[in-house]
């Protein structure tokens, strides 16, 4: 994916990158990493789709904040090729997005939700109302 500007030449979206790179990216949440399917070819057969790498990079891909975009692993020259923004290629679906969404606040150090909960009804234990919380419609 090439974006050209006035005066300033062509600028090209790239990851800039390697797998070992992209494997920490995902152990972060940074990163999804899947199979092409039916898209793979002879040389291509992976997938990364990232997001908060580098905004700079980013925005030259065309994305928005914390939108992700997607790139094939072409393994001949072993460097990532711009597809898209993850929203227009649909390569990592709903399921796998929160999979991964998920993953990556657990590594953050944030509660799961279930640890929320116990807290609230701790708290509410303790005598603080859910109306505090703003969990009022909470059973």
């Not at 793979?40 to 914390?66: D, F, H, P, Q, V």
């Not at 001949?76 to 997005?97: H, S």
């Not at 953050?108 to 009804?121: A, C, F, H, Q, T």
């Amino acid at each position: 994916v090439a974006l050209e500007g006035e005066g300033c030449g062509e600028a090209e979206c790239q990851l800039g990158m390697g797998w070992m790179e992209v494997t920490r990216l995902q152990s972060s949440g940074g990163a999804l990493v899947g199979g092409l399917g039916k898209r793979a070819t002879s040389t291509s057969g992976m997938y990364a789709c990232a997001s908060g790498w580098n905004t700079t990079a980013e925005l030259l891909c065309g994305a928005r904040e914390g939108e992700r975009v997607c790139f094939r692993y072409e393994e001949e020259g072993e460097r990532f090729e711009a597809m898209g923004v993850n929203g227009e290629v649909k390569l990592a679906g709903a399921k796998i997005v929160e999979k991964q969404e998920a993953k990556g606040r657990k590594t953050k150090g944030l509660k799961p939700v279930s640890g929320m909960l116990s807290e609230v009804r701790d708290r509410d234990a303790m005598g603080a109302g859910r109306e505090w919380w703003g969990l009022a419609a909470l059973p």
